[in-house]
Each structure stands twice: as C-alpha cells, then as structure tokens.
C-alpha cells in the first residue's frame, strides 16, 4: 500500500517563510510526476508546482518566483519551499506523485496570517 506523507504547514505570517515535505512509502516505483496542489475554503484545487523525473519543474503564476519544487529520488521525496508568503496563500496543500496512477497526500494546513 502506497502512502503519501506530508509535513511543514503552520501558521506564518506575511512575508515569511514554510518549507513542505512529502514523503512516499510503500511499493511505488517510476515515479514521473512530483506535485504539489491547493484548496482554499470555497475554492476548487488548484495546482501549485510540478517537477518531472528529469528535473524540470512548473509553477502556476501566481507563485512564480516565491516557491521552489524540488524532489530527492531515492527518498521518494518532494519538497515546495515557500518564501515571501501572501494572505492568498492559504489553503491546504496536498501532495501528488505520479507513477503508474496518482496518488495523494492528507494535505497540510498553511495559514499566513498576522
């Protein structure tokens, strides 16, 4: 059984900084896609950032700049490092790798208040 593990949300406030982890355990291999997706309360999910097996990433505008994805292979591992966080930054934030199908994360609360 696959399972998505994240860590690193909280509560932050304007301008400053979280860094999200996501870790996959179980019988997953071929990893192609790492991502990392969010929903606002009354919103629908929205894609954040993706990063390919060869290392090329993508970002939705409205982060360019401010985020960077990153994956460590053999741990199976992504990670989104979030600086100069918004108000508009949170949402919950899931974690998706995709192998043979996709898989998700529980999500981790982000909440950049002051």
């Known amino acids: 059984q696959v399972q998505l593990v994240e860590s690193g949300g909280g509560l932050v406030q304007p301008g400053g900084s979280l860094r999200l982890s996501c870790a996959a355990s179980?019988?997953?291999?071929?990893?192609?896609?790492m991502g990392w997706f969010r929903q606002a309360p009354g919103k629908e999910r929205e894609l954040v950032a993706t990063?390919?097996?060869?290392?090329?990433?993508h970002y939705a505008d409205s982060v360019k700049g401010r985020f960077t994805i990153s994956r460590d292979n053999a741990k199976k591992a992504v990670y989104l490092q979030m600086n100069s966080l918004k108000p508009e930054d949170t949402a919950v934030y899931y974690c998706?790798?995709?192998?043979?199908?996709?898989?998700w994360g529980q999500g981790t609360q982000v909440t950049v208040s002051s």
């Open positions: 179980g019988s997953i291999f071929s990893i192609n896609v």
């Open positions: 990063i390919l097996s060869s290392g090329s990433t």
């Open positions: 998706n790798v995709v192998a043979v199908r996709a898989y």
